[in-house]
Each structure stands twice: as C-alpha cells, then as structure tokens.
C-alpha cells in the first residue's frame, strides 16, 4: 500500500477546499453573517439580525428561488426596505456577483442613496470593503454613480435621466421609491421598462421594485403589488388561532388593542407580536411575481402608540386647516396604503336644508351689495350679494337677463338692474355697489363696449378675465388693457379689464359654503323660491372641487368640475366676490350710515379715480 506523508494530504486538502463551490447561502444567510448596519444610517448599528424584523426574511429569500423573477413590495416607512436593497446588492457583490443597477427617482437622489447608504455599507462590511476601492477623481472603475468589484458592478442610475439607464446589460435590478418617477424619462418613455429591457438577456434576472405608495389611480406601486401574489404579513390570533393581517382599523385607541378579525377578542401590540407569523398570498396562482405589502404595525421601530398619535394628529391638522395632506401622509407613509382622492368641496343638499327665509329684501346685517355676470351665447346670469365685514355673505338674488348678448338690448337690462334699489325690512335702500363681468367667453368685444361706457358714466362695472391652475396668483391679479373693434375687425378703442386668480377665489369660497354657523366666511341663501336659489344653484356652486392629481409627472391640486354639473353659480359667486374685494369697503363708515338710514349709494359717483396695479383701493363710503 502506498504511504502519503501528511503534507500531501493537507496540499490535497488545502487545494480541495479551495476548488469547493461556496456554500449555499441565501440573501438572509449572506446578511446575518456579514452585513454590518452603519452609525450614521442606522439607530442600531453593528451586526445585521434578520430576526430583528421576521417579514423581512421571506421578502429577501425570494430573491434566492430561480422560479420567481419580479419581487415587489409596497410598503410604509420603518419597515426597512432600503435595508433590503443593500442587503441584496451585498449578496450580489459579495458571494454571487452579478451586474446590478439601482434605479433612483433622480440622479441627484441617486447620488445621495450612494453617499449616504451604499458607501456606509460597503465601508462596515468587511466583505464589501476588500472589493470595492474608494472613489476616486481619475478612478472610472469607482465613482459614485459606478462602482466595479470582482466578477461584475453596480450602476446607481435616475429615472429621470435616459442616457443613465441606456447600454448596460444588467442581471439584478432595483427600483427605489418608484412612485416618485417621471411618466418618462426624458422622452424615451417609462424609466422601468427602460431598465427591464437591460435584464433581457440574462435567463436569471431579477426585478426588485419598492415603494412607499402614494393616490389612487396613479401609483407605479400598487399596479404591481396588484400583478403579483398579493402576500400580506399575517399573525395568528393568540385566542382563535386564525391568521390575519395587521389593520389600523381594528385598534381600539383607549387600549391600545387589536381586536381579531375572527373572533373579536382585543390584545396588546406585545401579545400580538409574540405570535407565530406568516405570510399569506391573496393571489397565490401568480407565477414569477412575488408581491408583498407591509405596514408599519408590524414594524419593531415604531409602536401602536406611536402610529396612533401620528392620525389623531393627522385628524386635528384635518379640522384646524381642512387640508388632508397631512391624513394623507399618514395613510401612505404609516399604513402602506395608496390615498383614495376625494373631492373637497361642499355638499349641495345641505347647502339647501340651511337656506333661510329673509324677512326683507336686503337681508338686515348686509353693509355693501356687489354682483358678478356671466355671458353666455344667448343670455346673462347674474348673481346679487350682500356683503359685510369677515366676508360674511348673503345670496341676494340669482337672475338671468334672458335677451341675445349680441344686441344692445341685454346690456341696457343689465344697467338697469345695477341701478336698481333695494330695500332693508326698515325701508332704508341700497343699490349695487360694483359688478364684476367674465370678459373670457361669449360676445368679448360686445361685453368690451359695455364695460368702457359704464366707466364713461363713472359706474363701477368692472371686466374681469380668469387665470385658472395658476396656483400662487391672488385672486385681485393685475389690470390689462384690451382692445375694442368694429364689425370689420378694426381697433376703434381700449378699454381695461382685471385679471383675476380664479383658483383663489375658489379655495375661499369652497372653505366658506362648509362653515355651518353664521359669522366671518359664512354663506346664508334665501329659502323665497323667487330669489332663484334652488336645487340647480346649489348643484352649481359646488360644482368644483380641488382634487389632488398627476400633471406633468407631478402631483398638483386642481379644480375639477363634476360631470353633467353646470359652473356658472360658482364663477357668479366668485365674480361678485372679485367685486367686494375691488371695492375694499370702509366698513365702519358703511355701517354707521345704514344705521342712520342712509342709502350711500344713491349718489353714484362723480368721477372715476383710475387705480395703479398694485395699489390697495382705500374703500368706498359714500
């Protein structure tokens, strides 16, 4: 028999375990071994602990299964998602390298993940750290954006930027925060699909896309979450035994208990969390797409007491300012959940239940009476408003002056009714006090004419033109000058008219038809079927409503009119308000002389002051 010294069988040995293929790891092996959390990243810094967060193990196994090649998950903060991502691109640098891009919302973000996660990582990994050198100036294989280690590399690419998602073929990809992306990079068109098409050729590539939700209807994230297996962290009750998902809605806030879905029995976050967990797919016949939803109720960061305060401060900001932006971020950022857009505008049936009857025709409490016009092709609408300090209002009259716009005779009805007094309970008169008329639609030039022999008659008739989805512009904007031709097209004359922020005028009188007791901002309407303020008014004036929506790749708040729904009562409104605030009322001295039974406005005005842009009118009183 041959004899082998011992320094054969260790050579043979040494080189045996040398040619071995590694052991078989999986992402969450590859993290609990050699993942290092950062200090200036982490609240836990040092050796990453996988059971730390049990949900998270699942999510990056699935990388590791060769039949599932897209993982999604749609999440809410603090349940450490970008942790996954590091965590996927260290396995893929370190122990199965692969060419792997991440997909930033921009470049700039991109950078900063860089910086600030990836280069944290890399540094407190010693596995990372022998790979992957420093940036350096001169270094094109290590830059911020690209980094080269053994056996393949890592490109930190913007959505918004085609040429940083162009001609690199790459195995793993992941999409960060993909909610924030463009529509299109550049004009190249979606950034993900651009991206996938880099994974083309590798029969092993994985698609890894995470996001924070945002509206419904728009969001990249839920879209996928839907195409996939629709997995949900479940819990198994500690009375019942039935599995369930982690939902806000079945916490009572006093206790601080969620009351199972089964049985109804309430226990604490402790109870519930020291429960067996798994998780449960509500489309499990999905191939290839893993999706999976989280929330932060089962995130070891944040507790139920936290997650409570932050909606009952949500809901106090709601009452306060009647903004939901912030509900809003608490339902996308707290719950995972995409935020169902409703409109915020008043409703309609009840504007009609609080009608009132007026005793008089001029309502007592009423200290100025402006009206706003509204041309249409074969008449004119027209609403009356009293007005007093605090922008407290009173529907006069809602009229329509049923005669062609296109011949003198309307206009000559329309002066009329300017001129008209009306009447307190107490038999004091009052007559309009300014009027302002949309010059933006039907019969321009006629409405131009009208408007310049008002102020020849030194009468406050004033044109008015809306900006609308200008967001910032005041509602009183600027004055232009038009021009006012013949029936041949020819310039004969000019005339000047007020530009006006639309939106604002909206924003205030939306916030005032929802006030429900008499006071500053308050909108009383008469119940007297005469006075025209019926169920088609009411359908009219909250015809609008300021939603949240997707314009241009950004998220903007627009007015949008319901459907089948006539405007013309809200921009009446909004016209006769433009009006008040042209006048800018002393409202002390109107006050005083409709105490002392005086009409001040039965002598009109002798002559017209012309007012710069800019400047504030001191107010009328007389």
């Not at 949900?55 to 450490?80: L, Y």
């Not at 999976?292 to 009952?312: A, G, M, Q, R, Y």
């Amino acid at each position: 028999m041959m004899k082998v010294d011992f320094k054969t069988i260790t050579l043979f040995h040494n080189i045996a375990k040398i040619l071995a293929p590694p052991p078989q790891l999986l992402v969450s092996d590859w993290a609990d071994t050699y993942r290092k959390l950062s200090p200036e990243a982490s609240a836990e810094p040092g050796q990453w602990h996988t059971s730390r967060a049990e949900f998270q193990r699942e999510i990056m196994n699935s990388v590791n299964d060769p039949t599932i090649q897209d993982i999604v998950i749609k999440s809410s903060a603090q349940v450490g998602k970008t942790e996954i991502i590091l965590n996927v691109c260290g396995y893929f640098m370190d122990y199965n390298p692969a060419p792997i891009m991440v997909l930033q919302p921009t470049i700039e973000m991109g950078e900063t993940f860089s910086k600030d996660r990836l280069a944290p990582a890399i540094r407190d990994s010693d596995v990372l750290k022998v790979k992957v050198k420093e940036p350096r100036t001169k270094d094109s294989d290590n830059t911020i954006l690209h980094k080269k280690f053994p056996g393949g590399h890592i490109t930190i690419a913007g959505a918004n930027s085609p040429s940083s998602l162009a001609s690199r073929p790459i195995q793993i990809l992941l999409c960060d925060e993909i909610d924030r992306y463009p529509d299109s990079a550049g004009s190249e068109g979606d950034p993900v699909k651009l991206a996938e098409k880099r994974t083309t050729t590798f029969w092993n590539r994985k698609r890894i896309k995470v996001s924070t939700p945002t509206v419904a209807g728009h969001s990249k994230i839920e879209k996928e979450f839907k195409l996939g297996t629709q997995e949900e962290w479940c819990v198994q009750c500690p009375c019942c035994g039935k599995y369930q998902p982690y939902e806000f809605k079945r916490i009572v806030f006093d206790t601080v208990e969620m009351h199972c879905l089964y049985c109804n029995e309430g226990f604490s976050e402790r109870d519930w969390k020291a429960q067996p967990h798994k998780w449960i797919a509500g489309n499990p016949d999905v191939k290839r797409r893993r999706s999976f939803h989280l929330n932060e109720l089962c995130s070891p960061w944040k507790t139920w007491e936290e997650i409570i305060e932050d909606f009952v401060n949500a809901n106090e900001d709601l009452k306060k300012t009647g903004s939901t932006e912030a509900l809003k971020v608490f339902i996308n950022t707290s719950l995972g959940e995409t935020w169902e857009e409703k409109g915020d505008g008043a409703d309609e049936n009840d504007l009609l239940k609080r009608r009132e009857p007026y005793t008089a025709e001029i309502p007592d409490g009423v200290l100025v009476i402006t009206a706003g016009v509204d041309v249409q092709d074969d008449r004119l609408e027209c609403e009356i408003v009293g007005w007093t300090r605090g922008n407290e209002s009173w529907g006069i009259y809602k009229k329509v002056i049923n005669s062609d716009p296109q011949k003198q005779g309307a206009w000559n009805e329309l002066e009329e009714l300017f001129d008209t007094e009306m009447f307190f309970q107490n038999g004091t008169g009052l007559m309009i006090a300014a009027m302002c008329i949309d010059t933006g639609g039907h019969h321009t030039n006629m409405t131009y004419k009208f408007i310049k022999a008002m102020a020849k008659k030194n009468k406050r008739i004033y044109g008015v033109k809306g900006y609308s989805n200008t967001p910032g512009i005041p509602l009183i904007y600027k004055k232009t000058k038009v021009e006012i031709k013949n029936d041949k097209g020819r310039v004969i004359d000019y005339t000047e008219i007020w530009i006006l922020g639309v939106d604002a005028g909206k924003e205030d009188i939306t916030g005032w038809l929802k006030l429900t007791e008499p006071g500053p901002g308050y909108c009383h309407f008469p119940v007297n079927k005469e006075r025209g303020y019926n169920q088609t008014y009411m359908q009219g004036i909250t015809s609008e409503e300021k939603v949240q929506k997707l314009v241009k790749n950004k998220l903007k708040i627009v007015w949008v009119k319901k459907t089948g729904v006539r405007n013309e009562p809200l921009d009446l409104r909004n016209y006769a308000y433009a009006a008040v605030e042209l006048l800018n009322p002393n409202w002390s001295s109107l006050e005083t002389k409709i105490e002392n039974g005086i009409n001040y406005m039965k002598k009109r005005p002798t002559q017209v002051k012309k007012r710069k842009s800019g400047v504030v009118n001191r107010g009328i009183e007389v």
